[in-house]
């Protein structure tokens, strides 16, 4: 299997070369030469184990998109390595089930790609860096994926002032080859230099870095194996279907469900639930593709005005009509994120966090005869809008309670190329927190 550019201007690529590439180097996205396609009884639900995909069965799922790649004989040392906590399918009520993929260490559905992408890189012969800018829940999930993976050294740059103080431990917690910034800036400026110091060719290339961002095609297909595996266990409990509700940002995670669709597994839909950065549901209500500065709402991993991903749904459907047979999209206001935050609790005793609200709220619009909702992170990392909303307390689970008692160490850092390449080639010296 050889990976392409969805702008078909540079060479495909096997699996490896894809991951640590990140972007083509035509500026598109990789995506494979073609999607395998499984049959009826390849996969049924006794092959996943009550909600935790096993591993040989992620590996034989994942097994064309490794084939003839240096990494193929680690495939399922690699799947084991990065699904293996639970991924509950939760019957709410006839009719509506509740996938839960916020069950891993960092307790948002990242935690799966970026296991994965880990497992993968640490298996790349040589050394390499991975820099990643964060506004919250992807920094933790890479820094918890890739904290002591062999080779690899990770600097994690967040602004100083916009994160949340439980985000804020997350991305501090972990020393040893991870680092991590409070840059004196916005996330704009963390992402402004992370593309610099990709820019810089020679230190680029000395560091062989890498980036761990949500374009890069070892995070998506791990993603596949969720959607697989609850289609086919949906359909053994209730004989039908199921389509899959999605909390839409980026896109990266409905594009893998989008994609289980296209390999065979029995999904009727994908419904992408995004808050009010509108680019996707607008292009299904006008046809016109237009991206804008992103806003900011309650639902923050979210907030992405120029959704990615996107490309690879519209190169897989050359044609639009047929994208809008698989796929359709309702954008949901700030209010209303919270208020299917609180249906969840007052029908089906379920506290949600404001990202999984849009699946709730875009689902009681716009209902199927079977949807599956995506919970895509713990109510608990966003306890300071939901606690007041449903007027519970919402526990920490012990994943987090445990990296909330950790020693938490950050460097300050000015918003400047320099001084970012200067603090990761020092030796580590992280400053404590008090
Ligand atoms: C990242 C994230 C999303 C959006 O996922 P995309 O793949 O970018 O569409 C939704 N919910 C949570 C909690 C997230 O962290």
Redesign the pocket.
Known sequence: MRFRSTRRQAPAVPLTAAILRGLAPDGGLYVPERLPSFAAGDFSEADFVAGAPRAETAAALLEPFFAGDALAPAREAICRGALDFPLPLVDLEPGVALLELFHGPTA???DVGARFLARCLERAEEPRTILVATSG??GGAIAAAFHRAAGVEVGVLFPRDGVSALQRQQLTCWGDNVRSFAVDGTFDDCQRLVKAAFADETWRARRRLTSAN?INIGRLLPQTVYYAAASLEYRARHGAAPRFVV????????CAAVWAREMGFPIAGVLLATNRNRTVPDWFATGRWEPRPSVATP?N??D?GDPSNMERLFDLYADAAELRRAVSSVAVEDERLLAGVAAAAGRWDRIL?P?TGAAVEAHLRDPAPHDVLVA??HAAKFRDVVEPRIGRRVELPPALADLMRLPARETPLPADLGALQRAMDAPPDGTLRA
């Open positions: 948002a559905f990242k829940d992807t949500s909390p839409s940002g980026n896109v990266g995670n409905a639902a991993a979210m992405v966090c990202h895509t992170a």
